[in-house]
């Protein structure tokens, strides 16, 4: 049992240690008060200098303890940033390219779309910025606006044909009795009469409200005929002919109608289409002239047909009149 007020408390391996006095040091060496020894400073748990390669360097064998300080500071996280500009874009795009296609509210979204584009073209060059919702907005934008133009022309030509085209029927002739039922052309069931797949016969009357048409008479061989008409007419393509269609206008609209705006074609049995005036001729006895209500016009219409080609002629009613087909052979 040791004695509290002996000098010498514990032992080293040189001996007993004395109170107050630590081996290996003199005593301008023992530690103060402030932790240091001669002026440097001093490891709290042994009390003696630490070497100076083991100052403030970490964690060491002999002394331990955390590295505080050579430790690396925590990288910067960055900052995560949205586009608002861009989202708006997108959101008013969407919107515009649903809304441009809905009867009613088109207009709106015509008016949306390029708000949305413009926005997309700000967004997209804003600086540190994400520009995929920019891109997206412009695209969608772009996608939208060609939705509206083919809604629009389509809307536009409905209307149109609402406005101007009327059905066309067909009073079907016999010879051996009176003319039958006026039958719509190109209506559905078995009535359908003018259509190419079921023509109306020469001698019908086609009829659509401001012209009636009847098809007198076809000659296919025609050159002579047309080329007498005019000395200056220029004979038929190699390997086609001037054919002849003979027809008879009444006009029913209202004030007066020009005859000429009657328009043909022949339409051979391969499906091609040839007009009057892909070979343009002074045809004998014309078509034509000016009509008032109830006034009727004879006259002829041309065409350069293959030779030996079959088909069917096929006439449009006035300017925006329904078309129907005939059987002229």
């Known amino acids: 049992m040791s004695d509290p ?128 919702t920019s891109v997206a907005a412009i695209i969608v934008s772009i996608v939208g606006t060609l939705m509206a133009i083919v809604f629009f022309i389509a809307v536009v030509g409905s209307a149109f044909d609402d406005a101007f085209g009327t059905d066309v029927t067909v009073s079907q002739f016999d010879s051996e009795s009176a003319a039958e039922p006026a039958v719509p052309a190109g209506s559905n069931g078995s009535g359908e009469v003018g259509t190419r797949n079921n023509p109306s016969a020469m001698g019908d009357v086609l009829s659509n409200g401001t012209w009636e048409v009847v098809v007198n008479s076809f000659t296919r061989n025609a050159t002579d005929q047309v080329l007498a008409a005019n000395m200056f007419n220029d004979p038929p393509p190699a390997g086609s002919q001037y054919a002849l269609v003979n027809i008879t206008a009444t006009y029913l609209g209202a004030d007066s109608g020009h005859a000429e705006t009657l328009r043909a074609a022949f339409v051979t049995d391969s499906g091609n289409v040839i007009r009057s005036h892909d070979h343009s001729a002074v045809v004998p006895e014309p078509l034509g002239g000016e009509l008032y209500t109830g006034a009727s016009a004879t006259g002829n219409i041309d065409f350069a047909i293959p030779e030996g080609e079959s088909g069917l002629l096929r006439l449009e009613l006035g300017t925006f009149g329904d078309e129907v087909f005939v059987v002229v052979e």
């Open 5 to 132: 007020h002996s000098p010498w408390q514990g032992r080293s391996d040189d001996g007993p240690v004395q109170k107050g006095h630590y081996p290996g040091t003199d005593a301008s060496s023992q530690p103060s008060s402030s932790g240091t020894v001669g002026g440097s400073p001093v490891h709290p748990s042994y009390g003696r200098q630490a070497p100076p390669d083991q100052l403030f360097s970490g964690p060491s064998p002999q002394y331990g303890g955390p590295d505080y300080g050579n430790a690396p500071l925590p990288a910067e996280q960055p900052t995560k940033t949205r586009n608002t500009i861009g989202i708006i874009a997108l959101v008013v795009a969407i919107l515009g390219a649903i809304l441009s296609v809905v009867p009613g509210a088109a207009i709106i979204g015509w008016i949306l779309l390029p708000f949305g584009f413009i926005l997309g073209i700000v967004g997209l060059f804003m600086s540190g910025k994400p520009r995929g």
